[in-house]
């Protein structure tokens, strides 16, 4: 099992602000990796800057997929070389169908044999999405965009697959059923590389966790490892023992990561 994407000592400056603070991370073939972390610790933004959507950026570091240099290269390129990204909020073609989404995944394809092959193994995903194919995408309900998002990522037939934030906004039930599915598109052999704010459900599916606080990992390792955490549990689950801090010394506690 080989490293897919290694991004070494990472600097990004976005709207201003120092975004990301020296970042290195390796996203090993056929893993879940996951990101953890609170609005505006700068998850979101290693996405960006790996799919080259920031202008100029990264500052400084180096980024490689499949052992070639990616940082400063197009989106596009980055694209045709194998990375598919969901990005937060789903960002359908409203006025486009299902189906009329799903190619736009595709656009690169030549291989129209295949691709109507994919159609049926994204349906086989998620069912709903053949029962509203010829169905603007946007009158779909909030899950069933974000299946969309994710079967029109596919559609690309990523080496390496993003999913940012793909929980944002859905009932638990949904939430539940979107990251089974996550996992089985990963036994199918697409590597993933997940940023996610539900901690709880992003351990229970991946192989390896971070955390990003301010800017910079403050925390790595197997995620079945984190799960049992009394920190990544009190401050990322939400689960407190009789050992947890309050006040001041709760404070000074999550002090030392920033």
């Known amino acids: 099992m080989g490293t897919l994407l290694e991004i070494k000592n990472i ?21 879940i990796t996951a990101i953890l972390g609170n609005n505006g610790a700068g998850k979101s ?27 400063g290269k197009d989106t ?31 656009y690169i394809r030549k291989d129209r044999a295949a691709i109507r092959k994919d159609f049926e193994q994204i349906y086989q995903y998620f069912p709903v999405l053949e029962q509203r ?10 899950g069933e965009q974000q299946m969309l998002a994710i079967g029109r990522a596919l559609m690309n037939r990523p080496k390496l697959l993003f999913l940012d934030e793909p929980s944002l906004g859905l009932s638990p039930l949904l939430v539940k ?13 697409v590597t993933i590389l997940l940023v996610e704010q539900n901690a709880r459900m992003a351990l229970s599916i991946s192989d390896v966790g971070l955390i990003l606080e301010n800017g910079r990992f403050v925390m790595k390792g197997k ?15 939400g689960i407190k023992s009789e050992e947890s801090a309050k006040g001041y010394q709760r404070w000074k506690r999550k002090k030392r990561w920033r």
Do not use: C, H
């Open 45 to 71: 933004t290693i996405l960006k800057t790996v799919m080259g959507l920031l202008d100029d950026q990264p500052d400084k570091g180096t980024i490689e997929f499949m052992d070639k240099r990616i940082d």
């Open 11 to 31: 600097e990004t400056f976005y709207v201003l602000i120092y975004a990301l603070r020296g970042v290195s991370l390796t996203v090993d073939e056929g893993t």
């Open 76 to 106: 596009e390129v980055i694209v045709r070389m194998g990375l598919s990204y969901v990005p937060e909020g789903r960002e359908v073609f409203e006025e486009l169908s299902v189906r009329e989404n799903l190619l736009m995944g595709a």
């Open 133 to 142: 194919d010829d169905q603007w995408a946007g009158t779909l309900s909030g």
């Open 223 to 237: 995620s079945s490892e984190l799960m049992e955490d009394k920190d990544v549990r009190e401050f990322y689950m």
């Open 177 to 189: 059923e979107i990251f089974s599915i996550i996992k089985t598109i990963n036994d199918a052999g």
